[in-house]
């Protein structure tokens, strides 16, 4: 099994920023690529960011591109997520996700979530 775990969210203000993490632990040679999604009230869940097992690779839903940036510590499991230019419309859950994709293991499942993290911007 993997465990993700989310950290950062908060309260920010429009115009502001706010840096989210999320640590893997367990199973970690299961984790091939990771993103963050989010979910607002009432809505769908988002494909927010996402980036290579490598991290050399990386993309971004239009509504963050050229504010988010997502990155990642492979030698400590963390991916992280710097949020600025917030706005209000940023308001959500923001879960971390990790895939297996390539990961020739039968004890690694096909993708894993965190619990979420709560974003809410103010304006």
């Known amino acids: 099994q993997v465990q993700l775990v989310e950290s950062g969210g908060g309260l920010g203000q429009a115009g502001g920023s706010l840096r989210l993490s999320c640590a893997a632990s367990?199973?970690?040679?299961?984790?091939?690529?990771k993103a963050w999604y989010r979910q607002a009230p009432g809505m769908e869940r988002e494909l927010v960011a996402a980036?290579?097992?490598?991290?050399?690779?990386?993309w971004y839903g239009d509504s963050v591109k050229g504010r988010f940036t997502i990155s990642r510590n492979n030698a400590e499991n963390g991916l992280y997520l710097q949020m600025l230019s917030l706005k209000p419309e940023d308001t959500a859950v923001y879960y971390c996700?990790?895939?297996?994709?390539?990961?020739?293991?039968?004890?690694?499942?096909?993708?894993?979530w965190g619990q979420g993290t709560q974003v809410t911007v103010s304006s």
């Open positions: 980036i290579s097992s490598g991290g050399g690779s990386t």
């Open positions: 367990g199973d970690t040679i299961c984790i091939s690529h």
């Open positions: 996700n990790a895939d297996s994709l390539g990961v020739s293991s039968a004890i690694c499942e096909y993708d894993y």
